[in-house]
């Protein structure tokens, strides 16, 4: 385990494809760089990641992955902008967070900011194929959403856990209709779990 003042200038460059997991905790995703703020097994890298990602140069990272991270970070436009910034050209980030409407949500005090199917719009073209536009607040940095998608299931009951994988989540992700139809008229009576997208930097 190091710190990121041990990262030289040319650390990055000894290596092939490039894949950082943000936030990886102590579930770092095998073949991966394992990026935390907390000194715990599978880390290689301690950070404070609202302070962004000076330390890694720009155009060098291939992908990054995080899961159940970005609900927690506060200074999250930065750490976006510092996630396009150290990206190469179409790289790619991969994102799981929990839905607004996920119940267990709110147990967590940690939890800083909500999910859901458009949030990710306010960093790209809003050329989404949604019917539904957002704005877009800083055009210093823009991805592209290529694929997004809605998680349906509990971690309890068995049968209930069966309806929402297997029906729920094929029908409200048929297209892009249905997607947004769930969220406009369904979210406040069928929770979501969480959300999973994938993004592209656009240079």
Known sequence: MRSYQDISADYFSQ??????????????????????????PGVDFVVNLEEGLSFIPDNSVDQYVTSHFLEHVDQFELLM??????????????????????????????????????????????????????????RSFQFKVTYRRLIFKSPYIFFINLIKKHIYTRLFNSGKYMQALYEDSFSNLIPCYELVFELQAVK
Do not use: M, Q, W
């Not at 859901?116 to 194929?129: I, R, V």
């Open 81 to 138: 902008a510092e996630i396009h910034r150290t990206l190469k050209p179409n790289g790619t980030v991969s994102i799981i967070v929990p839905h607004f409407s996920n119940p267990y949500y709110y147990s967590d005090y940690t939890h800083k900011r909500f999910f859901g199917l458009y949030t990710f719009d306010y960093f790209t073209d809003n050329n989404n194929g949604f019917r539904r536009k957002v704005p877009v607040y800083n």
């Open 15 to 40: 290596y092939g494809k490039i894949v950082i997991d943000l936030g990886c905790g102590p579930n770092k995703k095998p073949g991966t760089i394992g990026v935390d703020i907390l000194e715990l």
